[in-house]
């Protein structure tokens, strides 16, 4: 039994996620659906690229990965699929899939444009119903990516600066996201941290094996378990009590202690 995750903005509310399954099942009754989460910031695609980019290889070799962050629905970006071998992954070509092309250097893209791919009627406003949920459900019954339409090199991507020493001690990098705890998740690694903390801003910011270790009400940081630099307030958030302003996207400059 194939799997399919679903990623999206679309929130729990309303019912475009029961929607999109409903589509689904009804071609394939037998697909295996998994919410990878729907709680991606609206319109915000470079968050979906990082969320998906962190989840989808905890998935078994054949899932396809259905990721709809999409502001331009009904506009001319495209619909695709990429092939990445081990995985498929559908969604509108808006840099959506932009840590999938960084991360699996084989990977081949396909323009949505098979009338099997499409419900009828479509609707201008809910392709991951109308295209994106069809096309899985149908590649999950065998369909191979490059009959959803032909072959394109010109895809949308965006670039993640990887985290660089800019001084003997000091590290640059960049905010990924910020998780519903109010926690700021960097893309600085292990590997760029030595000693026991670090000045952010000017603030001596200490480091942390976990959670519990922190002080109530101080910024710290830790090491998560996806191996990246992660800046909290235990059992409260860093935004925006300790970082105001801080968002997704935003260059950090950290200056190393011994």
């Not at 459900?137 to 369909?143: D, Q, R, V």
């Not at 959670?211 to 800046?231: K, M, T």
Request: glycine fraction near 10%.
């Amino acid at each position: 039994m194939l799997t399919a995750t679903l990623m999206t903005d679309f929130g729990l509310v309303d019912t475009f996620i029961a929607q999109m399954k409903g589509v689904m099942l009804s071609i394939n009754p037998q697909i295996n659906i998994v919410d990878m989460t729907h709680s991606i910031e609206p319109f915000n695609i470079r968050h979906g690229a990082v969320a998906l980019g962190m989840s989808y290889k905890y998935f078994p070799a054949g899932t396809i990965h259905v990721a709809v962050v999409d502001p331009g629905v009904g506009s001319s970006r495209r619909g695709i699929v990429v092939d990445g071998g081990k995985y498929r992954f559908i969604g509108p070509d808006n840099g959506i899939f932009s840590v999938i092309f960084s991360e699996i250097k084989t990977t081949t893209v396909y323009h949505i444009t098979e009338p099997r791919c499409y419900r009828n009627p479509t609707g201008a406003t809910f392709h991951g119903r109308d295209v994106f949920a069809p096309t899985a459900a149908l590649i999950s019954l065998g369909m191979r990516p490059q009959e959803v339409g032909p072959p394109v090199s010109d895809y949308n991507f965006f670039d993640i600066t990887p985290p660089s020493k800019t001084a003997v001690s000091s590290i640059t990098g960049e905010v990924l996201y910020i998780d519903r705890f109010g926690n700021v998740i960097t893309n600085i690694t292990a590997e760029f941290i030595t000693g026991c903390g670090f000045k952010l801003e000017g603030r001596l910011v200490s480091l942390k094996e976990n959670y519990a270790q922190g002080q109530q009400g101080q910024l710290h940081a830790l090491i998560n378990s996806d191996g990246y630099l992660e800046l909290f307030v235990k059992q409260g958030t860093a935004v925006p009590s300790s970082l105001s302003g801080i968002r997704s996207g935003q260059t950090l400059t950290l200056e190393l202690s011994d």
